[in-house]
């Protein structure tokens, strides 16, 4: 998604588990990841007898308003497109005997082929992201940059020493980089937004309270999920305005941030509309992916609109023609 920026390969780095030598590579997966405009997690509908269907990647198509689904064999979650046919996904199959949600291998998908680049422990908690055909990630307060042709670490984007100076007590829950590579949006632990000129290290807040702030293809405006929902904003930080509440109760402290699986905005290639997925269960907190449906706003008419029930972590396939 994002692009044009040449990481200076400075830094001999490498992640324990990432080196080339250390991929490994399931060829004839028989995967032919289909050319379709959104993909998602979702259960597939249940086959004749079967109470409920499996978790799947399913592949929605907006112009034929149709869903594909894979079944790759793996419980796949927050997965995206990288360009040239490649899918990145975290397999959050855990430790024998659990399965934990947030533990997992970063995967990739091309090809045919389901390569793991991390081994489990390496990929807890990381927040993944798209960026010049590659992979951004956070590891351990750094944000490092992944060739996904060789799992090696082509350098550092900012680390935790740099934002400490910065800002004191702080350290990074998600991100967004400009194309770019001079503009760094963070959402930091305490849930502050800030911007950061990367040339020259310099920070400072919106006055703003969010998670997964996502710039706009023109880089004009960001989203984020705020306490109250999903708001847009000018990249200056003036205009900020609630698009898409979560229909919680706010004076009972209620917030998005303690609803289950937050929404994570994702903006359409051409910037006029935005892709999530939300909560509609009437109890507090989402339990089971058939409480999540998944929407596409539109800007230009203020519209949401709801495109798939039982869905969650979509995201727009920018690679499309």
């Known amino acids: 998604m994002k692009a044009r920026y040449i990481i200076a390969r400075l830094l001999l780095l490498t992640l324990a ?12 997966f ?5 050319d379709t405009d959104i993909v998602f997690n979702t259960i597939e509908t249940p086959q004749k007898d079967e109470l409920f269907g ?3 990647l399913g592949f929605y198509s907006i112009g034929m308003d149709s869903i594909e689904y894979i079944d790759t064999g ?9 360009g040239n046919g490649i899918l990145v996904a975290m397999d959050k199959q855990g430790n024998p005997g659990s399965i934990q949600p947030f533990f997992g291998r970063l995967v990739f998908l091309s090809n045919g082929q389901y390569r793991y680049c991390t081994s489990r422990s390496e990929a807890s908690g990381w927040y993944v992201h798209s960026y010049s055909g590659n992979v951004l990630i956070e590891n351990e307060g750094d944000i490092k940059i ?11 984007i900012i680390t935790n020493d740099e934002i400490q100076e910065m800002e004191a007590g702080s350290s990074i829950s998600t991100f967004d980089l400009s194309d770019d590579g001079e503009i760094l949006l963070l959402s930091l632990m305490d849930h502050k937004i800030v911007h950061v000129n990367l040339p020259g290290r310099i920070i400072y807040s919106y006055g703003l309270l969010g998670k997964y702030p996502v710039m706009s293809p023109d880089e004009k405006q960001f989203a984020f999920l705020g306490p109250d929902g999903i708001h847009v904003v000018d990249i200056e930080g003036m205009n900020d305005r609630l698009l898409i509440g979560c229909g919680l109760n706010s004076s009972m402290g209620e917030n998005c941030f303690n609803r289950g699986n937050e929404p994570k905005p994702q903006w359409s290639k051409d910037g006029k509309k935005l892709v999530y997925h939300k909560c509609n269960a009437s109890s507090l907190n989402c339990s089971d992916i058939r409480e999540y449906d998944i929407y596409i706003y539109d800007l230009k008419t203020d519209q949401e609109q709801l495109i798939i029930h039982g869905g969650l972590n979509p995201s727009w396939n920018y690679f499309k023609d």
């Open 146 to 156: 992944i060739d996904v042709n060789t799992c090696e670490v082509m350098g550092t």
């Open 17 to 28: 588990g990432c080196s080339p030598h250390k991929i490994i590579t399931k060829p004839d």
């Open 54 to 56: 499996k978790e799947v």
């Open 30 to 34: 028989k995967i032919k990841v289909p």
């Open 74 to 82: 793996r419980n796949l979650i927050t997965p995206f497109f990288v």
